[in-house]
């Protein structure tokens, strides 16, 4: 059984579009996160939630908007799609914060063409 | 400035043979240290967490050592397999409880029959 899954796992789309990403756990974990991975390969870190709560919004453009209907579940929405926003996106979950092992999921590479 | 350097950026080296990996860090107070193996295309995985009080974890072939003093690690590789062929991730978190993480930029191995 998949930990942390994502759909889709590509996703090709033009500039000005809107899109979302979703992400689920059956982990049981309390805390998920998105993650945005550049062409340089640095991981960085977009939002957290734990218990359905935001806990970490890092300097992201606003057209990124995340939601979690429940624990399970971080999906990722991205309105105006712009060419800068090409990258594969991570979801993990932990346990909790900090020290808690993070599980990521398989990616999403996002394409603005 | 990346509070998370790795060197080198990338090595080649012979399956059977090992290979030690560097990481230098400023992030502080200093929580935890993670190492992260991430395959092409796939999301990181776990391969050693220590905290400031551990100076060395193994995970079979793999051997994690830290300095807190001169925040400082290594990911030691021993009889490398082709299977090691990815790149690696040293990890830093801050403090207890704080859910970013700090990533550096990886190492990427490549292990050559």
């Known amino acids: 059984d998949t930990a942390v899954s994502q759909t889709p796992k590509y996703l090709v789309t033009q500039m000005g579009n809107d899109k979302s990403i979703k992400c689920e756990q059956n982990?049981?974990?309390?805390?998920m996160y998105w993650y945005k991975q550049d062409s340089k390969k640095f991981l960085k870190i977009m939002f957290s939630?734990?218990?359905?709560?935001?806990?970490i919004n890092e300097t992201v453009p606003n057209r990124f908007s995340p939601k979690s209907p429940d624990k399970a579940h971080l999906n990722l929405h991205i309105n105006s799609l712009e060419l800068g926003d090409s990258a594969v996106y991570f979801c993990?979950?932990?346990?909790?914060?900090?020290?808690?092992?993070?599980?990521f999921g398989p990616g999403t590479r996002l394409t603005v063409t | 400035k990346n509070q998370v350097e790795q060197s080198p950026q990338s090595l080649i080296i012979l399956e059977g043979k090992n290979c030690t990996l560097q990481?230098?860090?400023?992030?502080?107070?200093?929580?935890?240290l993670r190492w992260y193996k991430q395959d092409t295309g796939r999301g990181p995985v776990s391969l050693t967490i220590?905290?400031?009080?551990?100076n060395t974890k193994s995970n079979g072939r793999y051997t994690a050592t830290l300095d807190a003093d001169t925040k400082q690690s290594s990911l030691h590789i021993t009889a490398s397999q082709l299977s090691d062929s990815a790149s690696y991730i040293c990890v830093v978190s801050a403090v207890p409880n704080d859910y970013k993480l700090s990533f550096g930029a990886g190492t990427t191995v490549t292990v050559r029959a």
């Open positions: 990481c230098n860090y400023t992030v502080s107070p200093f929580s935890n």
């Open positions: 982990l049981g974990h309390d805390t």
């Open positions: 993990a979950s932990s346990q909790a914060g900090g020290w808690y092992e993070q599980y």
């Open positions: 939630y734990n218990n359905k709560e935001l806990i």
């Open positions: 220590m905290t400031f009080s551990e």
